[in-house]
């Protein structure tokens, strides 16, 4: 099994289309409309392909507004992690947000920067490296990570 797409609302497609072709270079994959039964409105969905068989979705439709939530933790953790090929990559990528002037914040957790900024939907997008050193780091002792949180040691 493996992650055909991952779907998130659009507010503004035109936004939406010029942020993930423009700036991410993500290729137009396909749009589709139609009727949804479910919402009983039209809607149109745009797909922009990452890599071959993976792609990001987008939904629009009438009335389709954004949720105003606080910055909390719960709202923060929702994001989708891009992963690059090496860390020149990440260097690359930041000097191109830069030059579309998008806002991005850096964080270093361990294995390195990870580079985290909104879209035009506020969907936090996470650019990051995997090394076969960080790769083999979150296997190694998980179970035992995990069980400690589990018994409350923070």
């Known amino acids: 099994m493996a992650i055909d797409h991952v779907a998130y609302p659009s507010y503004d ?3 939406t289309h ?3 072709v423009e700036v991410m270079g993500f290729t137009l994959a396909g749009a589709q409309t139609g009727m949804s ?3 009983g409105k039209p809607y149109l969905l745009v797909s922009y392909q990452i ?3 993976e792609a990001l979705a987008f939904f629009n439709c009438d009335g389709l507004a954004p949720e105003h939530h606080p910055d909390t933790p719960a709202t923060q953790i929702h994001h989708v992690a891009l992963r690059v090929c090496d860390r020149e990559a990440l260097e690359r990528w930041k000097s191109r947000l830069k030059a579309h002037e998008v806002p991005f914040a850096i964080e270093s957790h361990g294995d390195g920067e990870h ?3 909104l879209d035009p939907n506020e969907i936090m997008l996470e ?3 995997q090394t076969p050193e960080s790769a083999a780091g979150q296997t190694q002792g998980a179970l035992d990570t995990l069980q400690r949180w589990v018994d409350g040691v923070r």
């Open 13 to 15: 497609a035109t936004l």
């Open 18 to 20: 010029r942020f993930y």
């Open 37 to 39: 039964r479910l919402w």
């Open 51 to 53: 890599a071959p068989g």
């Open 115 to 117: 580079v985290y900024l």
């Open 127 to 129: 650019l990051c490296v």
